[in-house]
T-cell receptor, first 111, second 114 residues
Framework: GQQVMQIPQYQHVQEGEDFTTYCNSSTTLSNIQWYKQRPGGHPVFLIQLVKSGEVKKQKRLTFQFGEAKKNSSLHITATQTTDVGTYFCAGQSGGYNKLIFGAGTRLAVHP | DTEVTQTPKHLVMGMTNKKSLKCEQHMGHRAMYWYKQKAKKPPELMFVYSYEKLSINESVPSRFSPECPNSSLLNLHLHALQPEDSALYLC?????????????FGPGTRLTVT
C-alpha cells in the first residue's frame, strides 16, 4: 500500500541549533501537508505544498517539496523550546482521497 | 470559530460497556473524520464522512460504529471494545472532502478500555 516514510524518528537538539525532518514516498504525491502535535495535544496544520520544487517559509520554518514530488522536508532554524513536539508529514497520492501520515519526528529542545 | 470540539476528554469503559464519542464543528465543513492514535504513532484514519455520508471505512471492526446526524456533528459509538482499542480518538474536519484540504483536529478523547 501507499506509504510515506519519515526520518529521523527522534531528534534532540540544544536550543539555537537547527533541525530538519524528511519525508519520502515511493509514489508521486499530489500534495503534502505538515502538522505539528505538541505533547499531550492534537495535530495542528502548518502548511500544504502542491507544486514541484515548491519552497514556503513561515518565520523560522522552511518547507520544501521535491522536484519529483516524492519527497519533502521541514527545516527549523535556531530552534526554541516552543518548537518541541512531533512533526508529521502527510501526503496524498494518486486516487487515494485521504492523507497518509508519516511516522512523525519527535523534536526535543534543551535550553 | 475555527474549533473542533470533542467530548468527553477522557473515557474509561469496560469491555461490555456501550459508550459514544461526540465531535462538533461550526465551520461549515462538509467532511469529517475519525482517527485513532496510539502513543508515539501517527493518526490512523478510521472513517470519513463526506456531505454527511460515509465515504471511507478503513476496514474498522464493527464494534466501532460512526454516525453523522447532521453536517456539524459526528459520533462514534463504541460497543464491546478490547483493551487494545485504548488510544486517543481524534475527530477532524475539512472544508470539503478530499486530501488536498487542511484538516482541523479536535483535542481528542483519550479512551481506556479495562
Amino acid at each position: 500500500g501507499q506509504q510515506v516514510m519519515q526520518i529521523p524518528q527522534y531528534q534532540h537538539v540544544q536550543e539555537g541549533e537547527d533541525f530538519t525532518t524528511y519525508c519520502n514516498s515511493s509514489t508521486t504525491l499530489s500534495n503534502i501537508q505538515w502538522y505539528k502535535q505538541r505533547p499531550g495535544g492534537h495535530p495542528v496544520f502548518l502548511i500544504q505544498l502542491v507544486k514541484s520544487g515548491e519552497v514556503k517559509k513561515q518565520k523560522r520554518l522552511t518547507f520544501q517539496f521535491g522536484e519529483a514530488k516524492k519527497n519533502s522536508s521541514l527545516h527549523i532554524t535556531a530552534t526554541q523550546t516552543t518548537d518541541v513536539g512531533t512533526y508529521f508529514c502527510a501526503g496524498q497520492s494518486g486516487g487515494y482521497n485521504k492523507l497518509i501520515f508519516g511516522a512523525g519526528t519527535r523534536l526535543a529542545v534543551h535550553p | 470559530d475555527t474549533e473542533v470540539t470533542q467530548t468527553p476528554k477522557h473515557l474509561v469503559m469496560g469491555m461490555t460497556n456501550k459508550k459514544s464519542l461526540k465531535c462538533e464543528q461550526h465551520m461549515g465543513h462538509r467532511a469529517m473524520y475519525w482517527y485513532k492514535q496510539k502513543a508515539k504513532k501517527p493518526p490512523e484514519l478510521m472513517f470519513v464522512y463526506s456531505y454527511e455520508k460515509l465515504s471511507i471505512n478503513e476496514s474498522v471492526p464493527s464494534r466501532f460504529s460512526p454516525e453523522c446526524p447532521n453536517s456539524s456533528l459526528l459520533n462514534l459509538h463504541l460497543h464491546a471494545l478490547q483493551p487494545e482499542d485504548s488510544a486517543l480518538y481524534l475527530c477532524a474536519s475539512s472544508q470539503v472532502p478530499g486530501a488536498s484540504y487542511e484538516q482541523y483536529f479536535g483535542p481528542g478523547t483519550r479512551l481506556t478500555v479495562t
